[in-house]
């Protein structure tokens, strides 16, 4: 089992540009989540799913969309990157109260 | 509102040494309280949660409703805990849990 992936693993933009973050996870899990990860701020939920069809905010959804497409997949979408929108981005998978993680995308945008 | 705050940023022990990484919450209900960990080049994993009261690779955490916090203990750090710890507090049903992270603390363990 892959568990939770992401793609890309990098990535640089440019202000304005668009892109989107990919996640899937092969635990058959109903819970996904995306965080972003600053230095001294530790994680913040952006958005949640609690099952296929329903996406909710979290703290700071501002500036991004997320699609659930199945139950494997995750994705979160930057409509228009701006340089506070640089960071370590996180997809998460839960059954119950564990959450599982994925490796992680660095975003820069310049 | 629900927070959870970790007051240290980063703590440095020597191995062998006594490790308390500090961890307070603020939250309105009952909590639900875990410690995650991130090695280094690894990912985010749950180290424990308060409601199993299980000790992982020598780790402890007593939740304290009274001071509200929810300390991670261990009596003698070793080289190989050194990482990066998160506080985290679970906020709606568990099994659609979203959870409030702590800002982080980095704990260096020297030779």
């Known amino acids: 089992n892959a568990g939770v992936t992401q793609t890309p693993k990098f990535q640089v933009l440019k202000t304005g540009q668009s892109m989107t973050l990919q996640c899937a996870q092969d635990?058959?899990?109903?819970?996904m989540y995306w965080y972003r990860q600053d230095p001294g701020m530790g994680l913040r939920l952006i958005y949640y799913?609690?099952?296929?069809?329903?996406?909710d905010k979290g703290e700071v959804p501002n500036g991004y969309n997320v699609s659930r497409l199945n139950k494997r997949e995750f994705s979160l979408r930057l409509e228009s990157a701006a340089p506070s929108q640089t960071s370590v981005y996180f997809c998460a998978s839960s059954e119950y109260y564990e959450q599982y993680f994925g490796p992680g995308t660095r975003l820069t945008v310049t | 509102a629900q927070r959870v705050t970790q007051p240290e940023k980063l703590l440095s022990v020597f191995k062998g040494a006594p490790v308390e990484l500090k961890c307070n919450y603020s939250y309105s209900g009952s909590p639900e309280l875990f410690w995650y960990v991130q090695y280094s080049r690894q990912r985010l994993q749950l180290l424990l949660r308060?409601?199993s009261r299980e000790s992982i690779k020598g780790f402890t955490a007593d939740l304290n409703k009274g001071e509200t916090s929810f300390h991670l203990k261990k009596p003698f750090a070793q080289e190989e805990d050194s990482a990066m710890y998160y506080c985290?507090?679970?906020?709606?049903?568990?099994?659609?849990?979203?959870?409030?992270f702590g800002q982080g603390t980095t704990l260096q363990v020297k030779p």
């Open positions: 308060h409601i």
């Open positions: 799913s609690a099952s296929e069809g329903t996406t």
């Open positions: 985290a507090l679970i906020y709606g049903s568990s099994n659609t849990g979203k959870l409030i």
């Open positions: 635990m058959n899990h109903n819970s």
